[in-house]
């Protein structure tokens, strides 16, 4: 599962997961895969999110980068911010 919300000429997505009996199965990978998609059609610039530190690596996979923000705490988890340009 996971949320957009709009932010500008951006989608922010947020709360990403998926069940962990289901994780590596390319799941997350297809869940973003739709929500790629579904920008592209609505003339979304980017996706922007914060990343949990562990799942920095998956969003690369996917195209995302790291931006210059600094390593910020959400519910006592430790994210950085990532884009991913779509135009």
Known sequence: TARILPEGDA???QRVAVEKAYRKHGLGKMVFEAIMTYARAQQIQALCLGAQV???????ALGFQLTDRPEFLDA?????EMILKLA
């Open 54 to 60: 562990q799942a920095i690596g998956f969003y690369k």
């Open 76 to 80: 006592g988890i430790r994210h950085r």
């Open 11 to 13: 989608y922010h997505v």
